[in-house]
């Protein structure tokens, strides 16, 4: 049976990437880009070449519309949510009384409740066994500190309890939930050599094939750690 996947943020990045490889794996994509007047070319390039197997859906998952208007565009059965929506609030310390202009609200919405809004649609078309997967914002859930003031906590620890609390209320309808950390793609100034967005997506894939209802909640390594201890 081909499974159908669900991608957001699938015109560049890590769900770009997703995008090809669940393709080339052979799963239907239905991927979803943020609506624009111009879609961006290496996602329609894919999609022209692969009509049968790949729609392209334009949401902006901030609108409070999320819910309906997406449930209303799914007729097919969902086996896989992926969520890879992200925005930043700047880089470096990001005190959340200097924001202003809504940056803390637009953050939230992109990283915390905008994929919870595409899950609840999925949701209406995921039978047991459908697995929804978040991808963590701004490193590694280990580094979450309730101590630190950076705004940017407040984001991860949003997700990661959004998250945590859907996993736990659809768990009794067979559906698992997972966060993950895509691990340094973007080379951190005086860091690592950063990871191929290839080897991250791969190793996410992998993830959401291995987890279990008995996993579900938890957070997980692109390389499939346990990242929760
Ligand atoms: N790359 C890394 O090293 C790394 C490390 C740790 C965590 N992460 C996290 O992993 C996630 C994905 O990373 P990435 O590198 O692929 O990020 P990215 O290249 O910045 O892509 C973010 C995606 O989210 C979409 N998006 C933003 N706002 C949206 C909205 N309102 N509605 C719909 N789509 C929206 C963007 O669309 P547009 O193209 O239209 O802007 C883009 O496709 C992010 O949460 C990021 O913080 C990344």
């Known amino acids: 049976m081909t499974p159908t996947v669900l991608i957001t943020g699938a015109g560049r990045g890590i769900g770009l990437e997703l ?3 669940y393709h080339a794996r052979g799963a239907r994509v239905l991927a979803v880009h943020r609506p624009g007047l111009v879609v961006p070319d290496a996602l329609l390039a894919l999609q022209e070449a692969h009509p049968e197997s790949m729609r392209l859906i334009p ?18 059965r969902i086996d896989i949510l992926v969520n890879t929506t992200g925005m930043l609030m700047g880089t470096g310390y990001a005190p959340a009384g ?3 202009g809504g940056g803390l609200r637009a953050t939230l919405q992109v ?20 697995k929804i ?3 963590l914002p701004i490193g590694d859930v280990r580094s ?9 906590q407040a984001v991860k620890a949003a997700v990661v309890k959004v998250m945590q609390s859907l996993a736990s209320d659809i768990k009794p ?14 080379p951190a100034p005086g860091g690592e ?19 279990t209802l008995e996993t579900s909640g938890r957070f997980f390594g692109y390389d499939g750690a346990l990242a929760d201890g």
């Open 111 to 130: 990283n915390a409740t905008g994929p919870l809004f595409v899950a609840q649609a999925a949701l209406s078309n995921m039978t047991r066994g459908g």
């Open 133 to 135: 997967a978040t991808i």
């Open 193 to 211: 050599a950063p990871l191929s967005l290839g080897d991250s997506a791969a190793g996410i894939i992998g993830v959401i094939d291995a987890l």
């Open 173 to 186: 309808s067979g559906v698992a939930v997972a966060l993950i950390h895509p691990g340094a793609i973007d």
């Open 98 to 100: 200097n924001m202003v």
């Open 144 to 152: 979450l500190d309730l101590l630190d003031p950076d705004a940017r």
């Open 19 to 21: 995008v090809r490889q």
């Open 59 to 76: 949401l902006d998952v901030r609108a409070a519309s999320v819910v309906v208007n997406l449930a209303a565009r799914l007729s097919e």
